[in-house]
């Protein structure tokens, strides 16, 4: 794609001749446009680039794999910043459900709320987000961080098999359902706990990890860590060792 100068800003440059930093207008491209201009500047050297109305359109950024700061001044729909690595992200407002899908590593801070299923399936990284999550959020999680300042939906980390989620405020019903493993802190109440969940207690040492994430994040929530609860598995539906009717049928020694 070659880029149309009349739509990305003029910005200064880096000791080597090549663009640092990067204002691209999304009024006045499309959505593929945008995404091909993203990826064009990174790859000649751009290192902080800033999208201005966004227009909560969809599929924004998706696959950024090259280390780089990225930051949309307003909000965003779908699936932004999925299957990303290495990426620092802040949004000024709101996103759609899906947002920081499949993140490999790096860093999303959304200032505003999330859509359902926020941090789906991620295995690395850090997602922080300012407000409420919508259903699902950390849904088959595998990895990372997943910080939520306000309250989330239902299914909050179904079926997650590894990292870690925080909520400062409630949780919705069937909280945990069907986890294998990992662990979802409440700093709120939780409506109703899932299949095979339980409810424990932090140590004072987790309680110092939250502290430290909390700070990081600048999310203020020292006062709930007192009465903070986590959610773990109970390990009760691991059946790696068993098949099923068919499967044995099947099986031949």
């Known amino acids: 794609m070659t880029m149309n100068r009349d739509k990305v800003a003029d910005s200064p440059s880096s000791p080597q001749g090549r663009p640092e930093r990067r204002v691209l207008d999304g009024e006045r491209l499309t959505t593929r446009e945008l995404n091909s201009t993203i990826k064009d500047l990174i790859k000649r050297g751009a290192k902080d680039i800033t999208v201005r109305n966004p227009d909560a359109r969809h599929n924004l950024a998706v696959g950024i794999l090259d280390p780089c ?92 098999q590894k990292g870690r989620i925080v909520v400062l405020g409630d949780v919705g019903s069937a909280a945990g359902d069907s986890m294998y493993e990992g662990v979802i802190y409440v700093g709120g109440k939780v409506h109703s706990l899932g299949s095979d969940a339980k409810l424990e207690r932090p140590g004072q040492r987790e309680r110092d990890e939250i502290a430290s994430v909390l700070e990081r994040s600048g999310i203020s929530g020292e006062r709930l860590l007192k009465k903070l609860t986590k959610i773990v598995s109970k390990k009760k539906l691991y059946h790696y060792d068993s098949l099923e009717p068919l499967e044995r049928d099947r099986l031949v020694i």
């Open 69 to 160: 700061q990225i930051n949309f001044d307003g909000s965003v729909g779908y699936y932004c910043l999925a299957f990303c690595e290495q990426t620092s992200a802040t949004i000024k407002g709101n996103s759609g459900w899906g947002l920081g899908d499949n993140l490999m590593s790096g860093r999303i801070v959304l200032m505003r709320d999330a859509g359902s299923s926020v941090g789906a399936s991620m295995r690395g990284g850090e997602i922080v987000v300012h407000g409420n999550a919508g259903a699902r959020a950390g849904i088959s999680m595998k990895g990372g961080t997943l910080v939520i300042g306000g309250n989330s939906g239902f299914l909050t980390g179904f079926m997650m």
